[in-house]
């Protein structure tokens, strides 16, 4: 359980009421919890999923292999038949998986770990390959996170766009966007549009509706 806020005095008070109906420990200042890496200076907390994701190139077999500077082939377009089927698709489908967990704290491989996660019920050679890239991309951006800062302004601002019939098997186009309040990021997202857009226009406008 993690316990926070500005209030020193209520946590403590809250503390104390727990420890009396529940057995407790108390651990101290955050550092590590669920593969979240937490750390805070003057300057704000920094997260992050570092060991997270060695751990998941160990299980991967990649620990020793070379670094990509793109999670993704530019301009590649996946679908259902590329390759030939996997023959135990166990293994894709956990790396996906940890992939997705991995987005808490990089939200800039967030739109092809959407990608790959399309193909999990029937994947195959060639999303398999692709999700070894990601992890190669990871592997070379290891201590990648978010800073959240302790200074920054309180302005919200938000950012979208849309990859315009961008997935070439059902012509549906991929909505994304962020917010930043300050300059720390609280709120991103990506994922396919619900209808296909006959223009560019119609998909950002519904960028932007899925925005708002």
Known sequence: MILTGDDVHGIFALKKSLGEHFEMKDLGTLTYFLGLEISSNSDGYYLSQAKYASDLLAKAGLTNSKTVSTPLEPNVHLTPLD?????????YRQLVSSLVYLTITRPNIAPVVHLVSQFL???????????LRILRYVKGTLFHGLHYSSSSALLLRTYSDVDWVGDPTDRRSTTGFCF?????LICWHSKKQTLVSRSSTESEYRALADTA
């Not at 390759?83 to 293994?91: C, K």
């Not at 019920?121 to 999700?131: G, I, K, L, Q």
């Open 180 to 184: 930043f309040l300050g300059d720390s």
């Open 121 to 131: 019920s029937a994947p195959r050679c060639t999303h398999y390959a692709d999700v």
């Open 83 to 91: 390759g030939t089927p996997l023959p135990n698709a166990t293994l």
